[in-house]
Nanobody, 124 residues
Framework: QVQLVESGGGLVQAGGSLRLSCAAS????????MGWFRQGPGKEREFVAG????????YYADSVKGRFTISRDNTKNTVYLQMNSLKPEDTAVYFC?????????????????WGQGTQVTVSS
């Protein structure tokens, strides 16, 4: 089992940047593919980015491609989401998730463990 704790959210103006972190407990972090999802007001949870167990593969939603970068440091049991050129439509609660598999899923039900989420608000 793994526990996930997100941090780094906040209020930022459009065009600004934020870096989210997700710290995982346990000693088998590199057995998990990791993903970032978000859920805006009145919206369903949606895939943002995912990364493979070694960090060699990453995937992005079209809406964030070229602006967001996912990375991981397996020595620190942490996955990151660097968000640049933020837009008001990026406003949401951001969640990290872990899936004990070699694949990188893009659907919420593919992930076994979730953090509590961190709020990101982008003002226009």
């Amino acid at each position: 089992q793994v526990q996930l704790v997100e941090s780094g959210g906040g209020l930022v103006q459009a065009g600004g940047s934020l870096r989210l972190s997700c710290a995982a407990s346990g000693r088998t972090f590199n057995n998990y593919a990791m993903g970032w999802f978000r859920q805006g007001p009145g919206k369903e949870r949606e895939f943002v980015a995912g990364i493979g167990r070694s960090g060699g593969r990453s995937y992005y939603a079209d809406s964030v491609k070229g602006r967001f970068t996912i990375s991981r440091d397996n020595t620190k049991n942490t996955v990151y989401l660097q968000m640049n050129s933020l837009k008001p439509e990026d406003t949401a609660v951001y969640f990290c998730a872990a899936d004990q598999t070699i694949r990188v899923g893009v659907r919420p039900h593919e992930y076994d463990y979730w953090g509590q989420g961190t709020q990101v608000t982008v003002s226009s």
